[in-house]
């Protein structure tokens, strides 16, 4: 019988983690079954706790239950311990134990896959959620020159800031947190979009003059061009979409449980309708 993963969440009928994985499991030769389970909002616990009783061996955790999976696991490694956000679970023996690749897939997609240099750029996270929470220790363990968390709240923004500064392994002598209307004059070289506001159309209250030359715009949501991209690109700014991002942390997820890192390029072709 093939070995049970699936990704929960609530919605997750969208989700393109199935296909993603069965492509990384072709790839590699793992016999494994990988399916959608929606959760309710207040039955999440219940969801994780049956799927590992049935025999389930991993699952990936997306919106709106990464905070919870921190509180769940019996412990956390990695990333996840910063992030205090999980979003890749394990059943180790009689322990699940959680780790969240959502930032190493967005470092590994900037530097390998779009060739952008982090170290020494001035970079805009925008939003304060779980999606900043999970990106933002691998994007300072890059050294960037400065790193701006930019929140419609800016009381969300100093929190998630002075937890970073908690930790003083981490390069956080360039962490600030500002409001959107503190960012008037400033340039930045890579624009990260961590919010949700493309789901409905809208984007942050950003300046006109915000990209520098040569500036990378990356939106974390992908299959869509969202108000932000398209507001980057008229204005010069290079746009990438998530995409690539959910490819590199799912396969980040799948050597965690298998052992194995797939090549995540043919399967970014793939999704893109390239192969």
């Given at each position: 019988m093939?070995?049970?993963?699936?990704?929960i969440g609530n919605p997750v009928s969208h989700s393109q983690s199935p296909l993603i994985h069965a492509a990384f499991a072709r790839q590699t030769g793992q016999d494994i079954r990988?399916?959608?389970?929606?959760?309710?909002?207040?039955?999440?616990?219940?969801?994780?706790r049956r799927f590992f009783h049935e025999g389930g061996h991993g699952l990936n955790v997306t919106v709106p239950f990464k905070r919870e999976a921190w509180d769940l696991v019996d412990r956390c490694?990695?990333?996840a311990l910063v992030a205090e956000a999980v979003n890749t679970i394990k059943r180790?023996?009689?322990?699940?134990v959680g780790y969240n690749t959502d930032g190493t897939g967005l470092?590994?997609?900037?530097?390998?896959?779009l060739g952008i240099t982090v170290s020494g750029r001035r970079v805009l996270l925008m939003g304060a959620g779980g999606a900043s929470h999970g990106v933002l220790q691998p994007l300072l363990e890059c050294r960037p020159a400065l790193l701006v968390v930019a929140n419609r709240t800016p009381e969300r923004a100093g929190s998630l800031v002075r937890h970073f500064h908690k930790f003083a392994a981490l390069a956080v002598q360039g962490l600030v947190a500002k409001p959107y209307d503190a960012l008037a004059g400033s340039q930045f070289d890579l624009v990260i979009n961590?919010?949700?506001?493309?789901?409905?159309g809208a984007m942050p209250p950003l300046p006109d003059d915000l990209f520098a030359p040569g500036a990378l715009a990356y939106d974390?949501?992908?299959?869509r061009e969202t108000a932000f991209l398209q507001f980057a690109r008229v204005r010069g700014a290079a746009c990438a979409d998530g995409l690539g991002m959910l490819v590199e942390q799912a396969a980040e997820?799948?050597?965690?449980?298998?052992?194995?890192?797939?090549?995540?390029?043919p399967v970014i072709a793939q999704l893109r309708g390239g192969a």
């Open positions: 093939s070995d049970r993963y699936a990704v990988y399916d959608r389970l929606l959760a309710p909002l207040d039955g999440f616990e219940d969801t994780v490694e990695g990333g180790e023996g009689g322990e699940l470092v590994t997609d900037l530097q390998r896959n961590a919010t949700s506001a493309g789901l409905d974390m949501m992908y299959g997820s799948f050597r965690i449980w298998r052992g194995v890192r797939p090549q995540t390029a």
